[in-house]
């Protein structure tokens, strides 16, 4: 089992719509979760971080966690052609330095 | 303005001819990380340095070596690069290994002919 899981796409979603990218975590005693979004080419670049049970909003983008199944989410309104990119789930594992491991990411076309 | 700057952007390299790639950081964090990342797959750690202490990842190769001179550099030498080592090679940063986000820089695209 990967430590860190995501459906590679790529995911189509017209312009104005919801895209909503899925994580499941290996690692039971995870205490930190990000995403990042990654255009073609160029590095990682943070959108949101979330410790805690429940939903954190940022502007357009909304990020869900539930440790008891293991599963963080994201979710983009309003999704602009813009937001076309790979999305990368990546978790802090728990125990020694807590490294951070990267699923292979969800690639995302927004279409207008 | 950039806070963690990686050198060259891009690297052609001969196969076999050592070559050292840069990273240079003004967040002075303490956490300084190195990635390899190929296409379509998941950025995967070489090591990271906390402070002075450096951790190397069970399954990175010995080919594969890092020098931290001081807090804001970290470089990584490749000593005989194959043309399975043509990836890019991304350097981050964080404040602590706790709960911080690692701030990246925009990477080292290697090119080994």
């Known amino acids: 089992q990967k430590e860190v899981e995501q459906n590679s796409g790529p995911l189509s979603v017209p312009e104005g719509a919801i895209a909503s990218l899925n994580c499941t975590y290996s690692?039971?005693?995870?205490?930190?979760f990000f995403w990042y979004r990654q255009y073609s080419g160029k590095s990682p670049e943070l959108i949101m971080f979330i410790y805690s049970n429940g939903d954190k909003e940022d502007g357009r983008f909304t990020a869900q966690l539930n440790k008891a199944s293991q599963y963080v989410s994201l979710l983009i309104r309003d999704s602009q052609p813009s937001d076309s990119a790979t999305y990368l789930c990546?978790?802090?594992?728990?125990?020694?330095?807590?490294?951070?491991?990267f699923g292979i990411g969800t690639k995302l076309q927004v279409i207008p | 303005d950039a806070m963690v700057i990686q050198n060259p952007r891009y690297q052609v390299t001969q196969f076999g001819k050592p070559v050292t790639l840069s990273c240079s950081q003004t967040l002075n964090h303490n956490v300084m990380y190195w990635y390899q990342q190929k296409s379509s797959q998941a950025p995967k750690l070489l090591f990271h340095y906390y402070d002075k202490d450096f951790n190397n990842e069970a399954d990175t190769p010995d080919n594969f070596q890092s020098r931290r001179p001081n807090t804001s550099f970290c470089f990584l030498d490749i000593r005989s690069p194959g043309l399975g080592d043509a990836a890019m090679y991304l350097c981050?940063?964080?404040?602590?290994?706790?709960?911080?986000?690692?701030?990246f820089g925009q990477g080292t695209r290697l090119t080994v002919v």
């Open positions: 690692d039971r005693g995870s205490q930190s």
């Open positions: 990546a978790v802090r594992s728990s125990g020694g330095y807590q490294k951070v491991t």
């Open positions: 981050a940063t964080s404040r602590d290994t706790g709960v911080t986000e690692a701030f």
